[in-house]
């Protein structure tokens, strides 16, 4: 059964640095490209970041180029989102998601992981 | 960035009759190269991750009920929930995955049973 369990979020003041875990189980890790999306409370879906099979395309959204940074360890069978300078926008349920057939579109999401970034 | 627009916000349908959810893309999300439409839909119930219930347009993922079904092409795509069942009352997203990012999410649209 394939498995996505996000780790890591918490309460952070602003101008402050996180770093979420994703791990996988149940699916060969190091087939599938990776994507983070995230969700504010009672808000829609937003696309974060993506990275490839072997780290070598990866993306960000405009919203996050330059604070964040999206890594994987594969023998680990690990996805990981560095966070810094957080911004109270950045509220939100984490997800990871694993590539369908294609780099934006996604199919098995874990459960999420809720930053808050709050004062 | 290609803007997804959904209509409406919310419905609420009787058990048994048909959901209709529309979604408009600012650009043709149409790859002419392998005539593929790069669209997606989701289902979302609260407290739990999006569920992918059709991609290409039209195709249902693996496990989804047939009572649930995608249309549409270029710039404007249907959702249909045929004989609306109590557990579908859920936010549905639509989402264009076409070419580079961002790929973006429709606002979602909510379906309650009347």
């Given at each position: 059964e394939v498995q996505l369990v996000e780790s890591g979020g918490g309460l952070v003041k602003p101008g402050g640095s996180l770093r979420l875990s994703c791990a996988a189980s149940g699916?060969?890790?190091?087939?599938y490209s990776l994507n983070w999306v995230r969700q504010a409370p009672g808000k829609g879906l937003e696309w974060v970041s993506y990275i490839d099979s072997w780290s070598s395309d990866i993306y960000y959204a405009d919203s996050v180029k330059g604070r964040f940074t999206i890594s994987r360890d594969n023998p680990m069978n690990s996805l990981y989102l560095e966070m810094n300078s957080?911004?109270?926008?950045?509220t939100a349920m984490y997800y990871c998601a694993r590539v369908y057939m294609f780099q934006g579109l996604v199919d098995y999401w874990g459960p999420g992981t809720l930053v808050t970034v709050s004062s | 960035d290609i803007v997804m627009t959904q209509s409406p916000d919310s419905l609420a349908v009787s058990l048994g009759e048909r959901a209709t959810i529309k979604c408009k893309s600012s650009?043709?999300?149409?790859?002419?190269?392998?005539?593929?439409?790069y669209l997606a839909w989701f289902q979302q119930k609260p407290g739990q991750p999006p569920k992918l219930l059709i991609?290409?347009?039209s195709t249902r993922y693996s496990?989804?009920?047939?009572r649930f079904s995608g249309s549409g092409s270029l710039t404007d795509f249907t959702l249909t929930i045929s004989s609306l069942q109590a557990e579908d009352a859920a936010v549905y997203y639509c989402q264009q995955y076409y070419g580079?990012?961002?790929?973006t999410f429709g606002q979602g649209t909510k379906v309650e049973i009347k």
């Open positions: 699916f060969t890790f190091n087939d957080l911004r109270a926008e950045d | 650009q043709s999300v149409l790859h002419r190269s392998d005539n593929k439409n991609y290409w347009a496990g989804v009920p047939d580079s990012p961002p790929w």
